[in-house]
Structure formats: structure tokens, C-alpha cells
């Protein structure tokens, strides 16, 4: 460490790897379900692109979780964004691929990605 | 990248009702469910319940579990990491409240508690200083060298109203500044980590929770004064906070934050170990350096101060770990944001060790001022059992005991000192309505005996005259007289013993007298432990009516002073009674009674 200015980016770049300990409640929460289902239709895979999408992106204010069935099996992988003051986006049948788009598209620039969401399924 | 952590408690607390353990079957049900790559296990510092340990914290969620054990781990990595099912009944149970989970900010111990030393420990690796620099450390050091000059770090810390944690509230930026002021070759920064007080251990939770602050603060003061060498001095019984210092200060050197032209600035500065072996003298500042210089810890008289001869009798400032850990905050945040905490005279927050007959064993840090009402009976969870709060004991060996009746008054230095008791490291132990006063004096005055130095007559034969007569008092051979016996004997010590252990060690001793005088006559006059601890005091006697002559109690006896034949009533000898209580505990129908 020869300055200040070296110990500051040191700061940033490890800031992202520990942001997840703190307790934000204005984050932007992509849950993956991670039940029996999930996990069987490939889920895991989802969840890992989701977590280096968003870690190369260096995303702060976006939080990936996991949680239980939701109980629309028949469309899982299911992923669930939840945006503090807005409805929830539901994307379904998820595959590493569509993750890219969805980081780029809604978590940065705030437009749902319509194709991917359970609506566009159903009809 | 992790999409989730876990944070499982590694301090002294929780590593002693077995969190390594806990660690190792994580490790290995994480690997059996293929996560390595996906979930981060992480050791960190204490998280200030210990009662509940060990504790362990998934985030992001923030799911908090106590009481873990490696049976647990199985269930919490297949539901909770694995599937994102929160394991419920596993949780802290404050948290849980229905169907939703409570963050830990809202729980009754952490509510009221604000944490500013101990604010890095539970949230980051010990033993990793990328995680203390990606929570803001080292900043203070780097804008110290590259924006301060020494007199204005000295002027902060004045300024914020910081004042010394390990006891004597000496103010901190005014011994900075002596020691500044003195013109020397060589000076030095010293800490004391060497925390003796029975039932205190913030400093070691700091140390463990938190290292790097400490080293960063040590070189904060040592540009402050104008020092380019630091000594540690702490206790060899604290082999977690020696290893996790150690780590610490290595990886500080390799990073270029300890030693020569740190941050390209041309200010060295480094620091050495020096474990203290066990003396509980030692903590006092004079004993203490002369212990640094490898002479036997004895203290001496002052002046000279530390801030003009000390450690080799050159200039030095020697603070307490939890002083310390105050000071990078204060300089990233500045003196006014400091001071806008506490009372008029003390500023900031101060760490409490909680023990005894109280619910939430554990540390809590709380702003000055809080009243200790609050800390006992909302952060501490009250008194278990459903009995009654008798007395705080704070300050360890040289504060007193407070009462209930003032239990509403607002904690900071001047208003401990003035009801007989002081603020000290911040040991807080709390006795309930079965401790007896005049036993807890004894036994505090049977730790100084033991911990004198011996080098000053008040202290080494004052304490041992002042123990004999307490311990007449607790035999029931005690008269009318010792009372202002003890009184004036312990103003005698106060006055003239050589350094701050003697002159205060009197102190648990005057506090009960003062608040608990009725206690010593009930032991003197009527020859009767009212709380029924001191053993010579009570005796055990069986009812005639209820004791059916099971002979139960007459076979546990280890005295043989029961005597009685099968199904009659049995009858204690005294003369042989050795007051035990193992007839009592044994009886099944409630005939045995203590009196």
C-alpha cells in the first residue's frame, strides 16, 4: 500500500463483497425459488448468474435471495424482483441465459423485461 | 461473489459453548449440498449475547440463531441456505414475533444500545484486513497523514470529549496533548489490554471482535504525539485476542499500514506484543509500564506522569482498548458528532459487561447517560427466576454496589463517583435478593489481598486487616465496633495507599456499608445472614410434621450429622453440620428448611 488513494479503491472493491451484511431496505430483492421444484427444474444455475451478473456489475443496491415454492411449479425456474414502491415482476421457465438481460434491462435501467414475465407465458 | 454469508460467533463466549464446532459441521454440510462456491462461512467477533450462544447470522436475510449446535447445521444449510426457508424455531426467539421476523435492531437488547466501539464486531473477520478496510479502516489513519497536523488530531480528540474507558475517565485529548507538548528522542503509545476486573471482558471482545481498530487508533496517537513505536500490553489469558492480535499486526506490516513511510508519507510507525502474566496490578499505568520495561510489576508514585517519563522513561500515552476503538470514528466523523452523545461531562457511548443474576448475559454498548434501569431491566432482560434486583455491582473491584433506590440514575462518571461507586473497565454484575452484601465485600476485598503488589503498607496490610474483620462479621463473631472500625481503616487507605488499585480497593466495602448497613448489624447483632449465604450464620433444620423418615437426606448427608430411624422424624446435628445444603436438595417433601 504506497497511498491513500490505493487504500480507497482497496475500500470500494471489498465493499461490494461485504454490502450483503448490511440491512438496506431500499434494495431492489431478486428471489430465486429454491425448493424441491425450483431446484429440479434448474434454478441453481439462475442463481448463480444472477449473484455474478450482479457482482460484475458491481449492483450495491440489489440484494439475491432465495426462497421456498411458490407454488406455480409448472414455471419454474421462478424469479421474483420486488422494487421498494412497486409491484412485483414474476419471471418465469428462468434460464442463465434470459439473467443477463434482466440486470441490464430492469435492475439497471428499471424496465421489466414483459417477454420473460409470467404474463407473457400465460397468454 | 456470495450470494450469502454466515456469520458464526467466534469470541471467547461462544467459542466456549463450542461455535467451532458449529463451523466445522457448516463447512461440511455446505460442501455435502455443493454451495462452497455460493455461501462464505465466516468467524467473527462477539456479538454481545452471550448467554445465548452460539450464535450464528445468515445474511442477506439477517436471520439471527442462538443456541446452535452441529445438529442444527444440518437443518439450517438444507432449508434456509439451500431452499431460502428461514428455520424458524432455530431463531433468537425475541425475534421471531407471529408470522414475521423482527430484525435484530428491534429487539429488546439491541434496541436501546448504540454501537460505536464494538460497532465492527459480529460484522467482519477478525482475522482478515481487506474486511476492516471495506468498512472505513485505516481512513481515519490515511486522513490523519495526509489532511491533520498533529495538533489538530489532538484538538478532535480534546474536543470530542473523549474520555479514558479503562476506569479513571481521565479526559483523552488532554493526555495527548501532554505528551505532545514534552520534547523527547523517542516517545511511545502504549494500550492496556491487561483487563483484570472480575466479570469484565469488553476489552477482550474488542480485541477479538475488532483488532485492526486498535492498531489503527495506537497510530492515530502516535503521529498525535509525535511517537513511532506502540506497545500492546495484554493479559497471556486471553490466548484468542494474543493470536487474532497477532494476525492482525501482520498483515497491517505486509499492507504497508504498519512501519516505515506508511501510505507514502514518510510517518513510520510499528508496534510490539507484550503479554502481562497475570497480575491483576498490572493494569494500573505505572505497574504496568514498568512490567513493559521487564522490571516486576509495582507501581509508583506520580508524578512524573506517563506523559513525561514512562515506558524507559520517555514520553507516553497509554490508553485503554476501548478509548481506542473510539478514535477512528471520531476523527471520520468528527468531535461534534462524539460529544453530541452522552451528558454534559461524559461524552460518547460506554461498553458494560452484563453478568450475574441477570437474564441477557452478555455486552451491550449504550450511549453515557442511559439510566440503569434500562440497561438491567430492558437491554439485560430483568432478573431471572422472578426475584427481586438487590444491588449492581460496577467497577470491579475498586467501584461499589448501587441499590435499587437508584436504579433511575443516569450512568456516566461524575454520578457513579458520587453515589459511591464508579464507572471502572465496566463490569456490571447483578445481585438479586439472595446475595448477601457483607459475603460480595469479602469477596472483593479477598481479591485485592491477593492481587496487592505488597509494595505499599496501606494496601498490603490494610486490605488483609480490612478482610479479616468482614470475614469476623460473616462468622458471626463480629462486634458493634468494627463497624466504624472498617470505616475509618478504609478512609485510611483511600488516603494514603501509593497507587489507584489501593486507594480505591475500599470502595466495596464503604458502598455496602453505606447502602446495606442494616445487613452488617443483622450479621453482627442478631447473628443471621438475612440473604442465608454466610454459612456460619444459617442452619439447616427438619421439620418434625412433614418429614416422613425416608432417610433419603440421612444417606446423602457427607457430614453424618443426620441421625433418625425409618419412618420417624430425623433430627440435624449441628455440631457436625457442615452446612452443605445436599439434605435440603435431596428431600423430597419439602420438610428441610435453611434458617
Not at chain 1, 448490511?22 to 425450483?38: H, K, L, P, Q, S
Not at chain 2, 439451500?82 to 433468537?92: A, F, Q, S, T
Not at chain 2, 474488542?206 to 502516535?222: K, Q, R, S, T
Amino acid at each position: 500500500m504506497k497511498s491513500l488513494a490505493e487504500l480507497q479503491a482497496l475500500r470500494d472493491q471489498m465493499k461490494s463483497k461485504v454490502g450483503i451484511r448490511e440491512d438496506e431496505n431500499d434494495n431492489i430483492r431478486v428471489v430465486v425459488g429454491m425448493a424441491t421444484c425450483g431446484i429440479a427444474a434448474g434454478a441453481r444455475p439462475v442463481l448463480a448468474a444472477f449473484t455474478e451478473e450482479v457482482a460484475k456489475r458491481n449492483l450495491k443496491n440489489v440484494t439475491v435471495a432465495q426462497t421456498g415454492c411458490i407454488g406455480i411449479c409448472q414455471y419454474e425456474p421462478v424469479v421474483e424482483v420486488f422494487e421498494p414502491g412497486k409491484e412485483k415482476v414474476t419471471y418465469v421457465k428462468m434460464t442463465a441465459d434470459k439473467v443477463a438481460r434482466i440486470v441490464s434491462d430492469h435492475l439497471v435501467n428499471g424496465s421489466p423485461v414483459t417477454e420473460y414475465t409470467i404474463g407473457a407465458v400465460n397468454k | 461473489m456470495y450470494r450469502s454469508t454466515v456469520l458464526v460467533c467466534g469470541g471467547t463466549g461462544c467459542t466456549s459453548s463450542g461455535s467451532q464446532k458449529v463451523i466445522e459441521a457448516l463447512d461440511k454440510e455446505i460442501a455435502a449440498a455443493g454451495l462452497e462456491k455460493e455461501v462464505k462461512v465466516i468467524k467473527t467477533g462477539c456479538f454481545g449475547l452471550c448467554a445465548l450462544g452460539p450464535i450464528m447470522v445468515v445474511y442477506p436475510e439477517g436471520s439471527f440463531y442462538a443456541g446452535m449446535t452441529p445438529e442444527h447445521v444440518h437443518e439450517v444449510v438444507q432449508e434456509h441456505l439451500l431452499k431460502g426457508r428461514i428455520v424458524k424455531h432455530l431463531l433468537y426467539k425475541e425475534t421471531v414475533d407471529g408470522e414475521t421476523i423482527k430484525s435484530l435492531d428491534q429487539t429488546q437488547f439491541y434496541k436501546k444500545q448504540k454501537r460505536i466501539a464494538l460497532r465492527n464486531c459480529g460484522v467482519i473477520d477478525p482475522e482478515n484486513i481487506e474486511e476492516y478496510i471495506a468498512y472505513d479502516g485505516y481512513q481515519a489513519l490515511g486522513k490523519v497523514l495526509t489532511e491533520m497536523t498533529p495538533e489538530q488530531v489532538v484538538k478532535v480528540i480534546k474536543d470530542s470529549g473523549l474520555r479514558g474507558r479503562g476506569g479513571a475517565g481521565f479526559p483523552t485529548g488532554l493526555k495527548w496533548s501532554f505528551a505532545a507538548a514534552n520534547k523527547a528522542d523517542q516517545k511511545y503509545v502504549a494500550c492496556n489490554a491487561d483487563e483484570g476486573d472480575p466479570g469484565a471482558f469488553m476489552d477482550r471482545s474488542v480485541l477479538e471482535g475488532d483488532p485492526h481498530v486498535v492498531l489503527e487508533a495506537m497510530a492515530i496517537a502516535g503521529y498525535a504525539i509525535g511517537a513511532n513505536h506502540g506497545f500492546i500490553y495484554v493479559r497471556a489469558e486471553y490466548p484468542i485476542a494474543v493470536k487474532r492480535l497477532q494476525i492482525a499486526i501482520g498483515q497491517a506490516r505486509e499492507m504497508g499500514l504498519l512501519g516505515k513511510n506508511i501510505l507514502g508519507t514518510g510517518f513510520d510507525f510499528d508496534l510490539e506484543l507484550r503479554l502481562g502474566a497475570g497480575a491483576f496490578v498490572c493494569g494500573e499505568e505505572t505497574a504496568l509500564m514498568t512490567s513493559i520495561m521487564g522490571h516486576r510489576g509495582e507501581p509508583r508514585p506520580r508524578p512524573p506522569f506517563p506523559a513525561v517519563s514512562g515506558i524507559f522513561y520517555k514520553p507516553t500515552v497509554l490508553n485503554n482498548v476501548e478509548t481506542y476503538a473510539n478514535v477512528p470514528r471520531i476523527i471520520l466523523n468528527g468531535a461534534e458528532w462524539f460529544s453530541s452523545m452522552g451528558t454534559e461531562k461524559s461524552k460518547g457511548t460506554k461498553v458494560f459487561a452484563l453478568g450475574g443474576k441477570i437474564n441477557n448475559t452478555g455486552l451491550v454498548e449504550v450511549p453515557m447517560g442511559t439510566t440503569l434501569r434500562e440497561i438491567i431491566e430492558e437491554i439485560g432482560g430483568g432478573i431471572p427466576n422472578g426475584k427481586k434486583f438487590k444491588a449492581a455491582q460496577t467497577g470491579g473491584p475498586s467501584g461499589g454496589c448501587i441499590p435499587a433506590s437508584k436504579l433511575d440514575i443516569a450512568i456516566d462518571y461524575d454520578n457513579l463517583i458520587s453515589i459511591g461507586s464508579m464507572m471502572g473497565s465496566g463490569g456490571m454484575i447483578v445481585m438479586d435478593e439472595d446475595n448477601c452484601m457483607v459475603d460480595i465485600a469479602k469477596f472483593f476485598l479477598g481479591f485485592t489481598v491477593d492481587e496487592s503488589c505488597g509494595k505499599c503498607t496501606p494496601c498490603r496490610i490494610g486490605t488483609k486487616r480490612l478482610y479479616e474483620i468482614l470475614d469476623r462479621i460473616t462468622k458471626g463473631q463480629g462486634t458493634m465496633e468494627d463497624i466504624p472500625k472498617l470505616k475509618e481503616l478504609c478512609m485510611f487507605i483511600k488516603e494514603n495507599a501509593l497507587c489507584g488499585l489501593g486507594q480505591t480497593a475500599p470502595n466495596p466495602v464503604l458502598s455496602t456499608l453505606r447502602y446495606f448497613e442494616d445487613e452488617y448489624i443483622a450479621h453482627i447483632k442478631d447473628k443471621r445472614c438475612p440473604a442465608g449465604v454466610c454459612k456460619a450464620l444459617t442452619c439447616y433444620v427438619i421439620d418434625r410434621d412433614k418429614c416422613k423418615g425416608c432417610t433419603k437426606c440421612a444417606r446423602n448427608c457427607p457430614a453424618d450429622a443426620i441421625s433418625g430411624s425409618v419412618k420417624q422424624p430425623h433430627v440435624i446435628d449441628q455440631s457436625k453440620c457442615i452446612k452443605c445444603g445436599a439434605c435440603m436438595e435431596n428431600c423430597s417433601f419439602g420438610a428441610i428448611s435453611k434458617k
